[in-house]
């Protein structure tokens, strides 16, 4: 995926490409997201956030909601990147087709503070719920489809008897959870130490092929 440029970038502002200031501007949108919330983001906002006019992002994008939509497509589509490169690199052995799953939704680059604090933003507002279906249902149905799958042919190797459909949801759902506690918790706890938690909840559910030790 083509990644956004920012202040770095050592071009004057105004010669951006049209890609990449759209970039520039879903990153800000991001990043605005995480520190004001859904109902709080508004495109000045997004403009300040990204040092830009409101006449520029008006242009590139129109309304909040064209740029909340296309915001949300686009972490959509790194996450899903970035867990099918994972998998892809992991070979044909389940064990380790898992394992690189799990270690993808800790990835630097996807599980930041930012990052996951805007996903809570779509998660919690009822009024993204219509537009999260559509950006990312199909994308979720894959994932879930992917991982039990996995979950399946390791019961059968190890002969565990789980039921593939249960044991994904769970490892779903302590993913899902630990990023939760890294955004909400008073102290919350490090990218590592969700890493670990869940390496254990997989080493509960097949004993034989994770170790409590790797947790």
């Known amino acids: 995926m083509t990644r956004p440029e920012h202040a770095d970038d050592p071009r004057p502002p105004r010669t951006m490409s049209r890609e990449s200031r759209r970039i520039q501007l879903i990153e800000a949108t991001i990043e605005t997201l995480a520190s004001r919330g859904y109902s709080r983001t508004t495109l000045t906002e997004v403009a300040r956030t990204a040092g830009i006019s409101h006449g520029l992002v008006l242009f590139h994008f129109a309304t909040k909601e064209n740029l909340l939509a296309e915001t949300l497509t686009y972490l959509a589509e790194e996450y899903r990147q970035n867990w099918t490169e994972a998998l892809a690199a992991a070979g044909s052995d389940p064990a380790d087709q898992l394992r690189a799953m799990i270690e993808a939704d800790f990835n630097p680059r996807i599980c930041t503070p930012a990052r996951l604090a805007a996903w809570c933003s779509f998660w919690g507002e009822a009024q993204s719920r219509p537009m999260y279906q559509a950006s990312c249902g199909d994308k979720d149905d894959a994932y879930t489809r992917v991982l039990e799958g996995i979950c399946a042919r390791l019961s059968e190797q190890g002969g565990y008897g789980r039921d593939p459909v249960h044991t994904a949801r769970l490892i779903r759902v302590a993913i899902e959870g630990v990023w939760l506690d890294m955004m909400t918790m008073a102290v919350p706890y490090s990218r590592e130490e969700a890493l ?20």
């Open 196 to 215: 670990r938690t869940v390496r254990m909840g997989v080493a509960l559910c097949f004993p034989d092929h994770f170790s409590m030790q790797d947790a």
